[in-house]
């Protein structure tokens, strides 16, 4: 049966995307309200239906240039097939799925980066990739923490500065109010970044299935758009509650003022990064940010400890989905004959 070009295994492979895109808005729930709900602005449920709303309206602000990196950027364009995607697709979800259960922050982005690289490699070796594109975003895994590390503690030092004169309970209920805003803008750079990545994805199998525009051109239809923004936000309704946990409350504790200044400084850093088409880490991102804040209290306000078992996940994210990713691919052909 074919509908309008959608076989059976393309509609397969879309749901399986969208899959991913929804265990990304759950998996990732925390960036956008660890800092909220840690410092008791919001009820955890009010936050993530907050986050969930910003995370769908996230298509309206910004361009998709993230998606376009992800789905012609990071392999060869040519060499995308059902299978490269559905191997992909496994690598990303089944590391998603086994740092969820651990409650490690690990990046979504990078499951599905390293997914992509891993089937790409094992289809067709190192010629598969486009080390450019894959280059910027490895770049990215150090500089989007560190950015929001940086923009976080300056920030920081510049409101307490600003509000020195100020009780620390006026202090309190004035960023209280701000983190409203500061939530809604990480959440808007959260939905404008990783959801353009399953845009990329679902884009890409379009193409290679024959509709992309007759240019040529790399293209990603209205429906796609809507349906990758509602994934995430549904998913982030649901939360990931043991996450949360270890971003709002185990590297090192919150107040509001510290809360917006993590969550401001984040932001900063998705919406500069989105706009350059730059596919990062939301979690990298705002984990650098509260790691920022704690530090600009005092060094010892940082739990190393958590903050270095969240970077050993950073670093293994990309080759552990790589090789589940490629051992799909392998397994699948041989199961085919």
């Known amino acids: 049966m074919d509908l309008l070009g959608f076989t059976p295994l393309l509609i397969f492979l879309i749901v399986v995307a969208l899959a991913f895109d929804f265990l990304n808005g759950l998996h990732d729930a925390a960036n ?22 910003f995370n769908f309206i996230a298509f309206l602000f910004f361009g998709l240039h993230v998606a ?8 060869e364009p040519n060499l995308i097939t059902d299978g490269l995607i559905f191997s992909a697709l496994v690598g990303a979800i089944g ?8 409650a490690i922050p690990s990046s979504s982005s990078h499951a599905l980066i390293g997914g992509l690289v891993g089937a790409g490699l094992a289809k067709a070796g190192t010629g598969a990739v486009i080390w450019t594109g894959l280059n910027k975003t490895l770049a990215a895994i150090v500089l989007s923490p560190g950015t929001g590390f940086v923009l976080a503690l300056f920030l920081m ?11 620390p309970f006026a202090v309190d209920g004035v960023f209280r109010k701000l983190q409203f805003v500061s939530a809604s803008l990480y959440s808007l750079g959260h939905g404008g970044n990783d959801a353009q990545k399953t845009m990329g994805i679902i884009a890409a ?19 796609v758009v809507l349906s990758c923004q509602a994934a995430m936000g549904l998913g982030t309704l649901f939360g990931g509650w043991r996450i949360v946990n270890t971003m709002g409350s185990k590297i090192t504790k919150l107040s509001p003022m510290q809360g917006f200044c993590a969550e401001t400084g984040g932001a900063i850093t998705l919406f ?12 990298h991102t705002i ?15 940082v739990r190393w400890g ?25 397994l699948a052909g041989r199961l085919m004959g």
């Not at 199998?205 to 429906?223: D, K, N, Q, R, T």
């Not at 984990?287 to 306000?301: F, K």
């Open 32 to 53: 956008s309200i660890a800092t909220i709900v840690a410092t008791r602005v919001l009820p955890p449920f009010a936050a993530v239906a907050w986050a969930a709303f």
């Open 68 to 75: 376009k990196t992800v789905g012609a950027g990071l392999i």
């Open 95 to 102: 590391w998603n799925l086994l740092t969820w259960w651990a």
């Open 157 to 167: 030092l510049i409101v307490s500065w600003t509000f020195i004169r100020f009780t």
């Open 205 to 223: 199998l379009l193409i290679a299935h024959g509709m992309g525009p007759a240019s040529g051109e790399f293209h990603v239809p209205l429906w």
């Open 272 to 283: 500069a990064a989105t706009s350059l088409g730059v596919p990062v880490s939301t979690t």
């Open 287 to 301: 984990t650098g940010a509260i790691v920022g804040v704690g530090a600009a209290r005092r060094v010892s306000a």
């Open 306 to 330: 958590v903050a270095r078992r969240i970077v050993t996940a950073w670093v293994i994210t990309i080759p552990a989905a790589a090789a589940i990713s490629a051992a799909t691919y392998w």
